[in-house]
């Protein structure tokens, strides 16, 4: 396994592979990987010949007052875990590097950027989407993995390929849960015990939603309604949103008759979680 932090090294190792015909595999990730971030990664080395791992925690896609200081790294331990799940190459630049002086071109997807994670965090997804372009010009994938934890960038993602022609597939895999049901996030590290317990509470507004929706229930104001109690329930959550919305333009629905995403994004503590379901 390779590990680059040059830009100019990286494309002439991406070079030499597209002359080879060989086809990449690209997992972005911002490090402190877990078993999601695992699962993009063996999903790519099933599918490509050469897989490539970002990891960059992307100061633009942090708001202000939000945890990029704090934001849990590992390199070691990462690399370690790229290089058992199949990693071929590892790409970790500094901020420096990606970002280089009077860096100011940035790609706004706009749309389904506006709502859910967008509303509550203006700019993050500009933050996102710029960063994955400059990714995929770097690295040229033919396939880029992201979780379906993320739903919400995978929607921005897959816009912004179709919208600008580029020449990636985008492929998304399903959430990984710990055992208890918890949706996997680098961010569970900031949780407490009292917290990690509470934070379960997201997990269990979704398999109620499923529920009353495998009951009939079709109305997304009476099953939000239900979900936030359960949420509440718990003195240490804060919603930020409990949505039911299409799963192309993310805009609420008034009746569930197609496929829907219902989506949660709750504060435990200062630890901002998101989580989500799909109705089919
Ligand atoms: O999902 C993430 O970890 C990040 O948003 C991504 C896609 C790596 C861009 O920084």
């Given amino acids: 396994m390779r590990v680059y932090k040059s830009i100019e090294l990286l494309v002439n190792e991406i070079d030499s592979i597209k ?20 699962s993009l990664i063996r999903k790519a080395r099933k599918d490509t010949d050469c897989v490539v791992v970002s990891i960059f925690v992307n100061p633009i896609q942090f708001g202000p007052g ?31 590097i990606m970002y280089s002086n009077g860096f100011s071109s940035y790609v706004n997807v706009e749309g389904p950027t506006d709502r859910l994670c967008g509303a509550s ?80 509470s997201l997990y269990r507004s979704l398999k109620l939603a499923q529920e009353l929706y495998k009951k009939g229930e079709k109305d997304p104001k009476k099953i939000i309604k239900g979900m936030r109690r359960v949420i509440l329930k718990e003195k240490g959550a804060k919603i930020d949103y409990v949505s ?14 197609e496929k829907a995403l219902v989506a949660v994004a709750v504060k435990i503590g200062k630890t901002r979680l998101i989580d989500n379901v799909i109705l089919n």
Avoid at 20 to 32: H, Q, S
């Fill in 244 to 257: 039911i919305v299409d799963t192309k333009k993310l805009k609420g629905l008034n009746r569930i008759s």
């Fill in 66 to 96: 939000e945890d990029l200081k704090q934001y849990p790294r590992d390199l070691n331990r990462d690399l370690r875990l790229c290089r058992a799940s199949g990693a071929d190459i590892v790409f970790f630049p500094t901020s420096k």
């Fill in 121 to 200: 965090r203006p700019g993050h997804f500009k933050g996102v989407a710029t960063v994955v372009a400059k990714l995929f010009n770097i690295v040229n994938p033919d396939i880029a993995y992201f979780g379906q934890k993320d739903a919400q960038q995978a929607i921005v993602i897959k816009k912004m390929v179709e919208d600008l022609n580029m020449p990636v597939k985008i492929k998304v895999q399903p959430i990984v849960r710990e055992k208890d049901g918890l949706a996997m996030s680098s961010r569970n590290a900031y949780l407490n015990p009292c917290q990690r317990r509470q934070a379960l």
């Fill in 19 to 38: 002359r080879r015909r060989e086809t990449i595999g690209l997992v972005p990730t911002m490090g402190y990987l877990h078993e999601g971030h695992l």
